[in-house]
């Protein structure tokens, strides 16, 4: 098949990004014929992937983004692709990816003032992919995804997929980087005996770091909190740990190159987000043998057991983080524990889980052969 996958950005990072460099060479090692239509784009992640970029004239974010879709809508019509799949942002498709929620979730939460015109603008964008006709199946990362797209835009359950992300069991492995993660914590002063809780993400507040932080003050035993990750207001929540007492116990350590090292050495990975349509971290932590604690808002409760992970009711709920904590500090150096995760995180290798999609993208394929021959 000759196949296109779309997406504005073809990065190494970010979570979309991820799945596009994932998918592409999967499809790819398959002997697929895979373009990528992007705006930009780093090296791909198969020689024989080809890109097509796009780069329309247009200043500042929203018309950007408006212009590409524009773009990608013209170039599928003169072009003789067999299947178009769409990652965000373009309407133009026969498959679509939700992986972060949709547009439309994001501004109901927002106040007027709140919304930009880049908002607005892909909110536009959506109603738009989602529209009757617009495509033949939507896929999302979550069932908790799936309930927004059903509710906001009535897609047929016929039409639509849950196909969890994935995780590469490979990169995140606790026992083959055993060695640098001891390194790592003899830099930052770890004596091996305290528990370690892990933060990790970009967006702060969002994630759910004062929570944390919150609940993290309350442990009547010693432990530390490594937090990791970029956000513009990071001074404020070193303000809070000073005034929670926890200065010293917590180390703020900012946007880092390998957050594998970080999962290898830590013994609780705490999300409790807000919001967050599924969570790449989570099974992150799992392949990495590393216990989580996370909340209802987070699409990846959907694959965690209670043998691996306490899920809160609420970010909010500060009595509930801080005992789950508790309880997970007291489970330090917990041999079979670590297995348990590993195990659980196997099961959404990244190979699993590409294959998946590949079955689905061959599904989508027949329906648009099948509804061409009845036209």
């Not at 992937?49 to 004239?57: D, H, W």
């Not at 501004?107 to 607005?120: F, G, I, V």
């Not at 889980?353 to 052969?369: A, E, S, T």
Request: aromatic share 8%; proline share 3%; hydrophobic share 40%.
């Amino acid at each position: 098949m000759k196949i296109a996958l779309v997406h504005m950005r073809h990065a190494a990072s970010g979570g979309t990004e991820r799945f596009l460099n994932e998918l592409s060479r999967y499809l790819a090692e398959r002997g697929e014929d895979v373009t990528i239509i992007c705006r930009s784009h780093v090296s791909p992640a198969h020689p024989a992937i080809r890109f097509v970029r796009l780069r329309p004239f247009s200043i500042g974010k929203a018309l950007r983004m408006w212009r590409f879709a524009k773009a990608v809508e013209k170039h599928v019509k003169s072009a003789d692709y067999d299947l178009v799949y769409g990652l965000g942002k373009t309407w133009t498709h026969d498959l679509l990816r939700i992986g972060g929620g949709t547009v439309h979730h994001h501004l109901a939460s927002m106040s007027k003032r709140q919304r930009r015109l880049k908002d607005k603008v892909a909110a536009q964008i959506e109603a738009r992919a989602m529209a009757p006709g617009a495509y033949f199946h939507v896929v999302s990362n979550s069932w908790q995804s799936d309930r927004e797209i059903a509710e906001a835009y009535n897609v047929p359950a016929e039409q639509r997929s849950v196909i969890h992300n994935f995780v590469d069991t490979h990169r995140f492995d606790r026992k083959r980087l055993g060695d640098d993660a001891s390194v790592l914590a003899r830099e930052l002063g770890l004596d091996g005996q305290a528990p370690v809780f892990l933060f990790l993400g970009t967006g702060y507040r969002r994630k759910g770091l004062e929570p944390t932080l919150e609940a993290f003050s309350r442990l009547d035993q010693e432990a530390i909190l490594l937090v990791v990750g970029r956000d513009s207001r990071q001074v404020e929540y070193q303000e809070l740990a000073h005034r929670l007492g926890i200065a010293e116990k917590c180390h703020f350590l900012g946007e880092q190159p390998s957050p594998e090292l970080f999962f290898a050495l830590a013994d609780c990975y705490v999300l409790p987000a807000y919001y967050e349509p599924f969570g790449f971290t989570v099974l992150e932590a799992l392949a990495s043998g590393t216990p989580i604690i996370t909340t209802a808002s987070c699409g990846a409760k959907e694959v965690v057991t209670p043998e691996v992970a306490t899920v809160i009711d609420r970010a909010d709920n500060i009595e509930a983080l801080a005992c789950a904590m508790r309880a997970w500090a007291c489970r330090k150096n917990d041999a079979s524990l670590r297995v348990r995760c590993r195990e659980l995180a196997l099961t959404l290798d990244v190979e699993e889980i590409m294959g998946q999609n590949y079955r689905c993208i061959l599904d989508v394929y027949q329906q648009k052969k099948a509804a061409r021959c009845r036209t």
